[in-house]
């Protein structure tokens, strides 16, 4: 029912919309124009609010304390007591702030708050316009009917529960076994949109890589339920704006007030978005009384149950990451605003980038949007994870009747995200709440992202699972420790659990290691008696961090030189670390690996070896004996290359007593794109007992020296 006119040029620019009490326009607000006027006005209510506390159905009496927004209660001034634990002082945070529009009221006026912590309830004017419970994704409230224009004032109220306990059972409220603050707060953007009919409520971007095109599906509110609707669309590259394509539809609404409108745009010569090159593309959508634009890649994404691998447009493609755990950091002592600094954020993401990671799972919960932004600009795939963990002793166990919502309102927020690759329904739970709720939801994503479901089954045999090898964690199991040398006997394949073999999809390994300790160095509350038996007789805060590094990087390749698993992603990233000596959940049990969050330097041992242990061209000493005998042995050297070129050079294993180089050999090799060789050196321990090591080494594309390091010992 839609048909081609004449295609004619459509003129876009930036429109400011002046507003009184420090309103600002974000950097999506646009008016364009073509044979008629158009407008779309989103005006940004971030800055800082008032804040108080008290009763959850009375506002407070006062206000004496400003907040940033987005941020958490935590960041009052001055600061409230007791944030982010039950306390007999408040039942919720109540916000507010006054702002004037200029302009008469439009006849649609939207507020989105895009995350706010626990429940949130809105009052404009004194009016109550509406509640939205989930905590995790975007509650949008009509108030058209209680918003004043012409230069008169508004008085907006949020009101957010103080804590979990606020929001009801059943709900997924996202309890954490190794957080004790629940902070509150409106932790992302609040929006004010103002358009006019026919409006753009929602617009899903669907790439088509093969047919170089970008099918594009909006949901339109006819309110005044006209019978033609016109849309003129624009397709631009996203950082130069050059226009690609411009054309217009025609569509017969039959006078119905809810219309979708669902067509292809081609794309000539389109250019694939990928971590390696993350070039988007802008599509601008304009009907007669609204306007909306969004970004997009052009790129695909699926698993290879075959091969076991993830496949990105059209090729294998090996992830290699970390963790990002947000709501863990926004409980971290240095965390401050730094979350919703956009350049903070870009650095942070740079960083993981130069540690040759193109991937990253946003873990047990959503960042702000920001985030997602910069990971399209930058370039990760982002295994996004809903905020349920379970196992047996959560005091929550949400249903899939509430469950539901909150996933369908997070695909529809996050399915523009050239990033965001696999919906992760859940954390390491065995329930079949999750497992419904995707069932119920995934044919909305038109792209058909895999999804994952945590120690569940998978729901689908086109979807992966997740693998959490923690050789280490045997010795806080109160189980026989766990050694080294004993990774001689661990095979190529993660475990994984009876319900995640039915489908026997890929496996991300996404969480590796049990060695975390606190960025000041000390043993954390996971891993104190793992170091004991490391260090019978006590050990530095620098033994410490070298046999982590160390350790955590022979992991690494162990389970990436095997190529059994379609990623492997480092836990974490960033998280929290506490090293104080309270019991779990107060003491802090895992932790990320930076020295200052602040600069984001990394802890050099760390960084020095872990980086290695990610590189596309890696390699593997296949050597795990703690104590070996002289004489002459076999010593086997893996090489792999997660790049689609062949790669070619020296690989050279040295034998190594203190500074002294004992022997060195090398071989030539050719790797092919995507393969892997082994390598075998004959190589004499000698008689001389003391400390070794063996050091593989290579140049790899890049022109860095990459090296795999095993210490032993010979008696």
Same mark, same amino acid.
């Given at each position: 029912?839609?048909?081609?006119?004449?295609?004619?040029?459509?003129?876009?620019?930036?429109?400011?919309?002046?507003?009184?009490?420090?309103?600002?326009?974000?950097?999506?607000?646009?008016?364009?124009?073509?044979?008629?006027?158009?407008?779309?006005?989103?005006?940004?209510?971030?800055?800082?609010?008032?804040?108080?506390?008290?009763?959850?159905?009375?506002?407070?009496?006062?206000?004496?304390?400003?907040?940033?927004?987005?941020?958490?209660?935590?960041?009052?001034?001055?600061?409230?007591?007791?944030?982010?634990?039950?306390?007999?002082?408040?039942?919720?945070?109540?916000?507010?702030?006054?702002?004037?529009?200029?302009?008469?009221?439009?006849?649609?006026?939207? @507020?989105?708050?895009?995350?706010?912590?626990?429940?949130?309830?809105?009052?404009?004017?004194?009016?109550?316009?509406?509640?939205?419970?989930?905590?995790?994704?975007?509650?949008?409230?009509?108030?058209?009917?209680?918003?004043?224009?012409?230069?008169?004032?508004?008085?907006?109220?949020?009101?957010?529960?103080?804590?979990?306990?606020?929001?009801?059972?059943?709900?997924?409220?996202?309890?954490?076994?190794?957080?004790?603050?629940?902070?509150?707060?409106?932790?992302?953007?609040?929006?004010?949109?103002?358009?006019?009919?026919?409006?753009?409520?929602?617009?899903?971007?669907?790439?088509?890589?093969?047919?170089?095109?970008?099918?594009?599906?909006?949901?339109?509110?006819?309110?005044?339920?006209?019978?033609?609707?016109?849309?003129?669309?624009?397709?631009?590259?996203?950082?130069?704006?050059?226009?690609?394509?411009?054309?217009?539809?025609?569509?017969?609404?039959?006078?119905?007030?809810?219309?979708?409108?669902?067509?292809?745009?081609?794309?000539?010569?389109?250019?694939?978005?990928?971590?390696?090159?993350?070039?988007?593309?802008?599509?601008?959508?304009?009907?007669?009384?609204?306007?909306?634009?969004?970004?997009?890649?052009?790129?695909?994404?699926?698993?290879?149950?075959?091969?076991?691998?993830?496949?990105?447009?059209?090729?294998?493609?090996?992830?290699?990451?970390?963790?990002?755990?947000?709501?863990?950091?926004?409980?971290?002592?240095?965390?401050?605003?730094?979350?919703?600094?956009?350049?903070?954020?870009?650095?942070?993401?740079?960083?993981?980038?130069?540690?040759?990671?193109?991937?990253?799972?946003?873990?047990?919960?959503?960042?702000?949007?920001?985030?997602?932004?910069?990971?399209?600009?930058?370039?990760?795939?982002?295994?996004?994870?809903?905020?349920?963990?379970?196992?047996?002793?959560?005091?929550?166990?949400?249903?899939?009747?509430?469950?539901?919502?909150?996933?369908?309102?997070?695909?529809?927020?996050?399915?523009?995200?050239?990033?965001?690759?696999?919906?992760?329904?859940?954390?390491?739970?065995?329930?079949?709440?999750?497992?419904?709720?995707?069932?119920?939801?995934?044919?909305?994503?038109?792209?058909?992202?895999?999804?994952?479901?945590?120690?569940?089954?998978?729901?689908?045999?086109?979807?992966?699972?997740?693998?959490?090898?923690?050789?280490?964690?045997?010795?806080?199991?109160?189980?026989?420790?766990?050694?080294?040398?004993?990774?001689?006997?661990?095979?190529?394949?993660?475990?994984?659990?009876?319900?995640?073999?039915?489908?026997?999809?890929?496996?991300?390994?996404?969480?590796?290691?049990?060695?975390?300790?606190?960025?000041?160095?000390?043993?954390?509350?996971?891993?104190?008696?793992?170091?004991?038996?490391?260090?019978?007789?006590?050990?530095?805060?620098?033994?410490?961090?070298?046999?982590?590094?160390?350790?955590?990087?022979?992991?690494?390749?162990?389970?990436?030189?095997?190529?059994?698993?379609?990623?492997?992603?480092?836990?974490?990233?960033?998280?929290?670390?506490?090293?104080?000596?309270?019991?779990?959940?107060?003491?802090?049990?895992?932790?990320?690996?930076?020295?200052?969050?602040?600069?984001?330097?990394?802890?050099?041992?760390?960084? =020095?070896?872990?980086?290695?242990?990610? /590189?596309?061209?890696?390699?593997?000493?296949?050597?795990?004996?703690?104590?070996?005998?002289?004489?002459?042995?076999?010593?086997?050297?893996?090489?792999?290359?997660?790049?689609?070129?062949?790669?070619?050079?020296?690989?050279? @294993?040295?034998?190594?007593?203190?500074?002294?180089?004992?022997?060195?050999?090398? =071989?030539?090799?050719?790797?092919?794109?995507?393969?892997?060789?082994?390598?075998?050196?004959?190589?004499?321990?000698?008689?001389?007992?003391?400390?070794?090591?063996?050091?593989?080494?290579?140049?790899? /594309?890049?022109?860095?020296?990459?090296?795999?390091?095993?210490?032993?010992?010979?008696?």
């Amino acid at each position: 029912m839609k048909k081609r006119i004449e295609k004619f040029h459509i003129l876009l620019f930036a429109c400011a919309f002046i507003a009184a009490g420090a309103i600002s326009c974000r950097q999506q607000d646009h008016c364009i124009q073509g044979q008629r006027q158009r407008h779309r006005r989103v005006i940004c209510l971030d800055g800082t609010w008032e804040i108080g506390e008290g009763a959850l159905e009375q506002r407070p009496g006062s206000f004496g304390h400003r907040v940033a927004v987005p941020g958490l209660v935590s960041l009052a001034e001055p600061a409230f007591a007791e944030v982010g634990i039950q306390s007999e002082r408040r039942e919720a945070f109540w916000y507010r702030r006054s702002f004037k529009l200029d302009a008469k009221v439009p006849e649609v006026a939207v @507020l989105k708050v895009h995350k706010a912590k626990y429940g949130t309830k809105v009052f404009l004017n004194g009016s109550l316009v509406g509640e939205h419970l989930p905590c995790f994704t975007p509650g949008l409230f009509d108030v058209k009917e209680h918003l004043k224009g012409h230069g008169e004032e508004n008085e907006l109220l949020i009101c957010v529960g103080a804590n979990r306990e606020s929001v009801p059972e059943a709900m997924p409220r996202g309890w954490d076994f190794e957080k004790y603050l629940y902070i509150p707060g409106i932790y992302d953007s609040v929006d004010l949109i103002l358009t006019g009919p026919p409006y753009i409520v929602n617009v899903q971007t669907v790439p088509d890589i093969d047919k170089g095109e970008v099918r594009v599906v909006a949901e339109i509110d006819n309110i005044n339920q006209g019978r033609m609707i016109g849309i003129d669309y624009q397709v631009r590259e996203a950082a130069t704006g050059k226009i690609v394509t411009d054309d217009t539809i025609i569509i017969d609404s039959q006078k119905r007030r809810e219309v979708r409108c669902d067509f292809s745009i081609r794309i000539p010569n389109c250019r694939l978005w990928s971590p390696e090159d993350p070039f988007l593309y802008e599509v601008r959508l304009v009907t007669s009384g609204d306007a909306i634009k969004v970004r997009f890649g052009m790129r695909s994404f699926i698993f290879d149950k075959e091969s076991g691998r993830a496949v990105l447009n059209g090729d294998p493609y090996f992830m290699r990451g970390t963790n990002v755990c947000i709501y863990r950091f926004f409980e971290d002592s240095e965390r401050a605003d730094k979350p919703w600094r956009m350049e903070w954020v870009r650095r942070l993401h740079q960083k993981f980038k130069s540690m040759h990671w193109n991937s990253i799972r946003y873990c047990i919960g959503f960042p702000p949007e920001i985030w997602y932004e910069i990971a399209d600009e930058e370039g990760f795939l982002i295994q996004d994870e809903f905020p349920i963990w379970l196992l047996d002793r959560a005091p929550e166990q949400p249903k899939s009747e509430k469950i539901i919502p909150e996933y369908t309102e997070w695909m529809r927020e996050r399915w523009n995200h050239a990033c965001v690759v696999i919906w992760d329904a859940q954390n390491e739970s065995v329930t079949e709440e999750t497992g419904k709720a995707i069932q119920a939801v995934r044919h909305l994503d038109l792209s058909n992202r895999p999804w994952e479901n945590g120690w569940a089954e998978p729901q689908s045999p086109n979807d992966c699972v997740e693998s959490h090898p923690y050789l280490f964690i045997k010795e806080w199991l109160g189980e026989e420790p766990f050694r080294f040398s004993d990774i001689a006997n661990i095979s190529g394949v993660p475990y994984l659990r009876e319900q995640q073999k039915k489908h026997n999809v890929p496996i991300i390994i996404n969480e590796y290691g049990w060695l975390w300790l606190n960025r000041d160095g000390s043993v954390t509350q996971l891993t104190e008696k793992i170091y004991e038996n490391f260090f019978s007789e006590g050990s530095t805060t620098q033994q410490r961090r070298l046999r982590y590094a160390r350790y955590l990087a022979a992991l690494t390749e162990f389970w990436r030189c095997h190529r059994k698993c379609a990623g492997v992603l480092h836990f974490c990233g960033l998280g929290y670390s506490r090293p104080d000596k309270k019991p779990l959940p107060e003491g802090g049990a895992t932790s990320d690996n930076f020295r200052d969050v602040e600069t984001l330097e990394f802890e050099s041992r760390f960084e =020095q070896y872990v980086k290695d242990s990610f /590189s596309p061209v890696g390699l593997m000493v296949n050597f795990w004996a703690e104590e070996a005998e002289s004489g002459p042995r076999n010593v086997e050297v893996y090489v792999i290359n997660d790049l689609y070129e062949d790669w070619g050079g020296e690989v050279t @294993l040295r034998l190594i007593k203190g500074e002294a180089t004992v022997s060195e050999k090398s =071989q030539a090799v050719v790797v092919k794109g995507l393969g892997r060789e082994i390598l075998t050196y004959e190589v004499d321990i000698p008689l001389e007992s003391g400390k070794y090591q063996f050091v593989g080494g290579l140049i790899n /594309s890049k022109g860095e020296t990459i090296e795999s390091i095993r210490d032993f010992k010979v008696n």
